[in-house]
């Protein structure tokens, strides 16, 4: 076949949607079986089981969960009560600091690790298209975002059936709700969890299309996570806090408010969806324009 043959063949297979899911496909499965990936998603699974048996231990003489005093995690103190309030406090915990680290390593590497193995020229010529690539980038890290939550609400969940009584959920509003709709809203604030770091996810791709090494911006996304982090915590730039990224994260717990209180989460999702126009946006200008060497 000669090339003037090949070009409408390649150029109708780069069209057909069945070979862009193809690319799709091929992009989750490599993501989610990777090494680095399986051990991230381990080590989300061991937090819940962490938690559960340390709180087991403190409680087996009959002592409240948590600090002394009050305090610690959101949810920490009703665990023993009801095994599902262990899911709650796992995210809780996992959230600020866990569930995005991994997502920034993944996203980090999405791109500039390619581009650091010396493939991701081979895979432009597949033929996939750059704007096809990011985004296929783009829904992989997105997929992972909403696999690592699942990993941590699942453990959670097993983990405090297998440790403690699991019954009716006392709400934050004092009400109570029936098992069945306390699972209902343990999947809702899991998906809520998840859709909260696809902004952090597009800032990570962008860092990624601007890296040349996987490590370089695993390690930028990362700082990048903690500078924000540091700065939401600075009573003097109150002013900034709405703005940034993490600042609404913990506005899930607002699910389990009888009847649930919207407003956090409203504008918790509308700021993640912002990220991810802004930085997907400029991910996508980067790239676009990028000198592929490698």
């Not at 057909?16 to 496909?25: D, K, S, Y």
């Not at 098992?179 to 902004?199: D, F, K, N, Q, Y």
């Not at 990624?208 to 700082?223: D, E, Q």
Request: glycine share 12%; aromatic share 8%.
């Amino acid at each position: 076949m000669s090339q003037a043959e090949v070009a409408p063949v390649r150029a109708g297979r780069s069209r057909n949607p069945l070979w862009t899911f193809g690319i799709l496909r091929s992009e989750l499965a490599t993501t989610l079986r990777r090494g680095r990936t399986l051990a991230l998603l381990g080590v989300l699974a061991a937090v819940p089981v962490l938690i559960g048996i340390a709180v087991r231990i403190q409680t087996s003489d009959g002592s409240p969960a948590g600090p002394p005093h009050g305090g610690g995690p959101a949810f920490l103190s009703q665990v023993t009560n009801n095994g599902l309030f262990l899911v709650f406090a796992a995210l809780a915990v996992t959230l600020p600091v866990f569930l995005p680290l991994a997502v920034g390593v993944v996203a980090g590497d999405a791109i500039a690790g390619e581009a650091g193995a010396g493939t991701l020229r081979y895979l432009l010529v597949a033929p996939a298209g750059r704007t096809r690539l990011l985004l296929t980038k783009y829904t992989a890290t997105l997929a992972f975002c909403l696999t690592a939550t699942l990993v941590v609400a699942v453990s959670a969940l097993a983990v405090g059936a297998l440790l403690f009584p699991v019954g009716e959920v006392t709400t934050i509003s004092g009400t109570r709700i029936g098992v069945g709709e306390g699972l209902l809203r343990a999947g809702l604030i899991a998906v809520t969890v998840a859709a909260s770091l696809i902004g952090f996810a597009a800032l990570g791709l962008f860092v990624s299309t601007l890296a040349g090494s996987g490590i370089a911006a695993m390690a930028a996304t990362v700082g990048v996570l903690i500078t924000v982090q540091i700065l939401d915590t600075i009573p003097q730039l109150s002013g900034i806090h709405p703005y940034l990224f993490p600042h609404y994260w913990m506005s899930f717990a607002d699910l389990l408010r009888d009847p649930v209180y919207w407003d956090g989460i409203v504008k918790n999702l509308g700021l993640q969806g912002l990220y991810a126009a802004v930085f997907g946006s400029a991910a996508w200008a980067r790239f676009t324009a990028k000198d592929i060497t490698a």
